[in-house]
């Protein structure tokens, strides 16, 4: 299984970046897909995950309204659209993929625990 994710760079503030991440040897149809990130010195934390469907999606609260994620089944990616960026969200972006079946509700989306698989990440800079 490979997660491989693309889309990081370097933007100022209020600028937007949109990350990708293709998964391959796996059913993609069968996973639930997450964003985490982790900034320097700091433990990672979630961000954005949604439903092996994508019908159902959750945001921390610290994106809330300024990141998206979705999915395109078809294309075996997942995205996220990163709008209104700020200096805190500088960090190393990393995809996880996560069995649905394992999954009881919306609410464990942010346990890093239920993923079994992780990219290798893609870093984002935002300037102030």
């Known amino acids: 299984v490979q997660l491989q994710a693309s889309g990081g760079g370097w933007e100022q503030a209020a600028g937007f970046l949109r990350l990708s991440c293709a998964a391959s040897?796996?059913?993609?149809?069968?996973?639930?897909m997450a964003w985490f990130r982790q900034a320097p010195g700091k433990e990672r934390e979630f961000v954005s995950a949604i439903s092996s469907s994508g019908s159902s999606s959750d945001h921390a609260d610290s994106v809330k309204g300024r990141f998206t994620i979705s999915r395109d089944n078809a294309k075996n990616t997942v995205y996220l659209q990163m709008n209104s960026l700020k200096p805190e969200d500088t960090a190393v972006y990393h995809c996880?993929?996560?069995?649905?079946?394992?999954?009881?509700?919306?609410?464990?989306?942010?346990?890093?625990?239920?993923?079994?698989?992780w990219g290798q990440g893609t870093l984002v800079t935002v300037s102030s």
């Open positions: 040897g796996l059913t993609f149809s069968t996973v639930n």
């Open positions: 996880a993929a996560g069995f649905s079946k394992y999954f009881s509700g919306t609410f464990q989306y942010r346990q890093s625990s239920r993923y079994q698989y």
